[in-house]
């Protein structure tokens, strides 16, 4: 239910693009309408969600606080781990969003008879990390399509992606490490049985649609060769607003299109929404100076309290006879 | 208190999951896993709703009728208050890093200890009834309907959670699962759903000013017990006051180092060093608390709290606020204290009288950490000390939770264990500093009637203690937290068995030298000192 419903509804988005675009053929509509739609979905939505969780105030300052705090002169801050300030705090975060430092510290716990011991799990780090980076690339290549001329970088990042120099077309490493990073991340939800308890549908769902337009992507780019001419022509009528509805560029490319839009409209609604909420998140872009700088909760409220009167008018004799000072003497 | 289970028994859990989904597997209340359930009575004390008598066995938790409602909404407010609960609903990939890394977790086996886990238990509701996926899909999107037993089951998790915040230093998005377990204990509270261990130390505090229900009167006879002590080890005759108006230093301990061993002789080691100053400081009978177990129950009652201590230092004139040793204490003081009850624009920026030292990292709060005060007597030369007193003494400290993860304080009391000891070894890596072990026992846990699930969530520190126990022959543990020394010394007895539980001012208290005092022939506990030269071998 959890793999197969999310596996079947990635299978029907790919059969809907192929039936749409070869049977009905409904170009326009594949082509240009529905990235399109799917572009402004993601924009909205995207917006949408972090302004309704901006909407929310941060009441108090709960960095988690991951080395030493600033204190005494003569003891060395940890002012990455520990920011007290907002250079700290954007130092925290680039390694956090660039490196995923949190996860770099990644640990594995295992019983061993009577004795836990702590040993090193790097690789959940490794293949997010090589994921993460593998898809930012794949997503700059691709601007080859969207610009004219290509700008230099697109060259760079293609050159340094296939500096192998291995088949025709030449291979790129960023498409095997796409591929084999989304497998890992997959194998290990079905493998590692805690992983696999507490994965969901919305858990598997992203996973194979990112796998179904990387490999349609490969297979377009290594086998089922297509018109790159007219790709090209497509997406540079989407970027300057003036879409040509080409001729058939080909099954594999509208399936490929197809799941990228549907992972554009889906993205805001999704976990994947963890790419925008990291930035947001309370315990890592706060700096660790609440004792600094008073932190204002925007909601601050008056509360009833028990007060020093009210305490001494009960306990007065008792702190009479202690020898307390007071307040009253009556 | 029930019969210890056996060793074997506790430990015969693996971490295979159970062969029902989570949301198949109904939560079974285990005997020495949970507390009692709230007292009527002290729910009234403080005016919380639904107040009654009831036992988590009871099959009817008497709800109130609406309880349904009032969760919804109450989940609604508090998502449209706190961006960190609105968020941490949504962005959780169930990457698993976290999963690992709960104490109770390790201890248990239980799927349901997995940060992850305990915070879907309350996810799937956000999900059922605040978003369109869970409202259309339902149990396919992760959603499910919520009902008494889940209530139940929130009540047994989120009461199995110390809010520690390890998981949140794993979390690639910082997620933090003491948040999550705040919001489920406040919504579990609109319902009158708390345990006594908690709500009865929340009235003691609101009406006599500490958990412990300690009068006036009777706080001064604890002190008076421990001058006696001390005039016995040192010869000297200390007096202290108590409300003072116009002293400098208004000194605030948690009220467990006040009450019962092994935390006195912490509170011991902090009259000598005041002594031996000759510190213009009191302390008050009223602010008598600097813990908070509000804090465990709901954000207003921590505030109702905490706000006697700046009460406290403004009607007394004092111009700053000193602090003992104590984890939550430090983590209400440092994170939350000045936004509450704040600005404390009638206390001064803290100057240490000794050293003249500027405390500009409490510059606002105006409250200054016993050992940032300490250890900056020490760098300067202000103490004499002998650490050889305390050399029969092989010491591993434990960072507590809050002080590690919500402040950062982990050189300071290191650096006064390395001048008062000359033995001391730390645990392996992955469980101090910001990867620190949790005592298992606090956010309000360390009750007699869980106290299977204490030994199970204090396993993996136990763990760790064993392990220097064995590698250089360690026999104390030392800490900086009232909780800690409440709940460790019942947690080594069963797991690590000759381990004592210190705190760091005790240590000082041993190797403090004092103007005038006698020669020392008997430590804090007046046990006798071993002879000099003599330290204990391996």
Redesign the interface.
């Known amino acids: 239910m959890k793999i197969g419903t999310p596996l079947l509804a990635v299978m029907v988005l790919a059969l809907v693009a192929w039936t749409g675009t070869q049977v009905l053929h409904l170009n326009t509509l594949f082509g240009i309408i529905l990235p399109y739609t799917a572009l402004a979905v993601f924009l909205a939505g995207f917006i949408y969600r972090v302004v309704r969780w901006a909407m929310s105030p941060v009441p108090f300052s709960i960095p988690t606080t991951c080395g030493q705090q600033r204190s005494l002169p003569w003891i060395k801050q940890d002012k990455i781990e520990n920011p007290d300030d907002l250079w700290g705090v954007i130092g925290r975060m680039i390694l956090e969003v660039t490196l995923f430092r949190s996860l770099f510290r990644n640990t594995v716990t295992e019983k061993r008879g009577e004795k836990l011991a702590f040993g090193s799990a790097k690789w959940l780090w490794f293949g997010s990390l090589l994921f993460h980076w593998s898809m930012l690339f794949v997503i700059l290549r691709h601007l080859r399509f969207f610009t004219d001329p290509i700008p230099f970088v697109v060259q760079g990042i293609e050159s340094l992606d296939s500096f192998l120099q291995v088949g025709v077309p030449l291979l790129y490493l960023t498409d095997v490490f796409l591929v084999a990073a989304l497998t890992y991340l997959f194998l290990r939800r079905v493998v590692v049985p805690q992983v696999k308890y507490i994965s969901l549908a919305a858990d598997y769902f992203p996973l194979f649609l990112l796998l179904g337009i990387a490999v349609s992507g490969i297979l377009m780019r290594y086998f089922f060769r297509v018109d790159i001419v007219e790709v090209k022509a497509l997406a540079m009528g989407l970027v300057h607003l003036q879409p040509v509805v080409s001729a058939d560029i080909g099954a594999i490319f509208y399936i490929h299109l197809f799941l990228i839009c549907s992972l554009f409209a889906y993205f805001p609604w999704s976990k994947l929404m963890h790419a925008g909420g990291i930035f947001m998140s309370p315990t890592r872009n706060l700096a660790n100076n609440s004792r600094i700088i008073r932190y204002i909760n925007p909601w601050n409220y008056k509360v009833k309290t028990h007060t020093y009167d009210e305490y001494e008018d009960e306990f007065r004799e008792k702190m009479r006879k202690a020898g307390l000072p007071l307040e009253k003497e009556g | 208190m029930a019969k210890l289970p056996d060793?074997k028994d506790l430990?015969s859990?693996?971490?295979?999951?159970p062969s029902t989904?989570?949301m198949d597997t109904p939560a079974e209340f285990k005997p020495g896993t949970y507390c009692y359930g709230a007292r009527g009575r002290n729910l009234e004390i403080v005016?919380f709703p639904n107040a009654r008598d009831w036992s988590p066995n009871d099959e009817d938790w008497k709800l109130p009728e609406n309880w349904k409602e009032i969760i919804i909404e109450g989940m609604a407010e508090r998502?449209?208050?706190?961006?960190?609960?609105?968020?941490f609903m949504?962005?959780?990939?169930?990457?698993?890093?976290c999963?690992?890394?709960c104490h109770f977790y390790?201890g248990t086996?239980d799927?349901k200890n997995?940060p992850?886990?305990r915070a879907?238990l309350l996810r799937s509701v956000y999900r059922r009834y605040f978003t369109?996926?869970g409202k259309m899909f339902g149990r396919?999107?992760?959603a499910r309907d919520l009902t008494e037993d889940v209530i139940k089951e929130w009540w047994y998790y989120f009461y199995q959670c110390t809010e520690c915040?390890r998981c949140?230093?794993?979390?690639?998005?910082?997620?933090?699962q003491a948040?999550i377990t705040m919001m489920g204990r406040e919504l579990l509270n609109l319902l009158g759903l708390n345990t006594d261990w908690i709500s009865g130390p929340v009235a003691n505090c609101?009406?006599?000013?500490n958990h412990v229900g300690l009068?006036?009167?009777a706080i001064?006879d604890n002190i008076e017990f421990m001058l006696d002590d001390i005039e016995t080890v040192t010869g000297r005759r200390i007096e202290p006051s108590?409300?003072?108006?116009g002293a400098e230093i208004l000194f605030v301990a948690p009220s467990g180092d006040l009450f019962a061993e092994p935390g006195i002789y912490t509170c011991m080691g902090y009259l000598m060093l005041f002594e031996q100053l000759g510190l213009d400081y009191t302390m008050s009978?009223?602010a008598s608390e600097g813990g908070n177990f509000g804090f465990f129950t709901s954000?207003?009652m921590a505030?109702?709290l905490n706000?006697?201590i700046y009460?406290?230092a403004k009607?007394l004139g004092v111009k700053w606020i000193l602090g003992g040793e104590c984890g939550h204490m430090w983590r209400v003081?440092?994170?939350?204290m000045?936004?509450?009850n704040?600005?404390a624009d009638f206390l001064e920026v803290p100057v240490s009288p000794i050293t003249g030292?500027r405390f500009?990292?409490?510059?606002?709060?105006k409250?200054v950490h016993i050992t940032?005060f300490t250890?900056?007597l020490i760098?300067h030369n202000k103490l004499k000390l002998d650490p050889s007193r305390n050399d029969h003494l092989r010491v591993t400290f434990h960072d507590s939770c809050n002080t590690?993860?919500?402040?950062?304080?982990?050189?300071?009391p290191r650096?006064i264990i390395s001048k008062v000891c000359n033995n001391f070894f730390e645990m392996?890596e992955?469980?101090i500093?910001?990867?620190t072990l949790c005592c298992g026992s606090g956010s309000g846990l360390n009750a007699g009637e869980n106290m299977e699930l204490r030994l199970r969530g204090g396993?993996?520190r136990a763990?760790a203690v064993?392990y220097v126990q064995g590698t250089h022959g360690v026999n104390v543990l030392a800490n900086i937290c009232a909780l800690d020394r409440a709940s460790f010394p019942a947690l080594m007895d069963y797991w690590v068995p000759g381990v004592k539980v210190m705190g760091v001012h005790e240590l000082l208290g041993n190797a403090l030298v004092m103007d005038n005092e006698i020669e020392r022939t008997v430590d804090l506990r007046l046990e006798e000192l071993p002879e000099k030269g003599v330290s204990s071998d391996v």
């Open positions: 060793k430990l859990y693996d971490y295979a999951v989904e989570w005016d998502m449209s208050k706190y961006r960190s609960f609105k968020l949504d962005v959780c990939v169930r990457c698993g890093a999963a690992d890394k390790m086996g799927p997995m992850v886990l879907e369109p996926a396919l999107a992760g915040r949140s230093a794993f979390c690639p998005y910082g997620i933090d948040e609101y009406m006599k000013g009068e006036p009167q001064m108590f409300n003072r108006k009978t009223f954000n207003e505030k109702r706000a006697k009460a406290e009607r003081v440092n994170q939350y000045d936004t509450w704040g600005p030292t500009e990292n409490a510059r606002s709060t409250m940032e250890a900056d760098y590690s993860r919500a402040m950062g304080l982990l050189e300071e650096y392996p992955e469980t500093r910001e990867k396993f993996p763990n064993k």
